[in-house]
């Protein structure tokens, strides 16, 4: 038998993995995401990058696994803070772990039937993704915020229902706090 080589890898102080493929979200990659459509257009001139992910990814088999850092950067479109696209795994029920390295942020979770959980995140958390639920992380602080995500290598991801119906909730500021509302296009 032909065995893979076991490897490390050191994530740097900015969430870079060295040698990993890197994904860039810049806004206008994620049109349709954010409930306030004018402000979107406004930032848009801007177009700043959202997020950029860093992945180091293996063959579609099952039972290996795949690991990326993600770096959210801070901001907000109108009152709504910068976050990840979100997804279900193609094979919905894969589970993930993700690990907070730097920032201040959350992850929205929600089921297909729309019960969504918010498990705030800060530098040592570890959050567990169950089977079958979308994951959207949020920064909510002003420095970017970075994590680790641990997934099965067939896991895949499933865009579709989120980037149609977003979440059930926002996550917002509301005089200076961050709160969870209800989304009105839900
Ligand atoms: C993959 C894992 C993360 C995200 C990344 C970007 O299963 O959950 O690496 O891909 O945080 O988010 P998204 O929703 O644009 O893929
Ligand atoms: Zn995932």
Partial sequence: MEYKR???????????IPGAKKL???LSDMRGYFYDEKAYE????????VYEVYAVEQEEKDGDLNFA????YP?????????TKGHFHAKADRAEIYYALKGKGGM???TPEGEVEWVPMEPGTVVYVPPYWAH???????EPFIFLA??????????????EKGFAKLVVEENGEVKLIDNPRW
């Fill in 24 to 26: 860039v979200r810049r």
């Fill in 75 to 83: 901001g907000k479109v109108g009152k709504e803070f910068f976050f």
């Fill in 136 to 142: 959207r992380t949020v920064n909510t602080g002003d």
């Fill in 108 to 110: 929205l979770l929600q």
């Fill in 69 to 72: 850092t993600t770096i959210l």
């Fill in 6 to 16: 076991p490897f490390g890898v050191r994530i740097d102080e900015n969430g870079v």
């Fill in 150 to 163: 641990i997934y099965p290598a067939d896991a895949g991801h499933d865009y579709g229902s989120i980037k």
């Fill in 42 to 49: 406004e930032l848009l001139k801007e177009d700043p990058v």
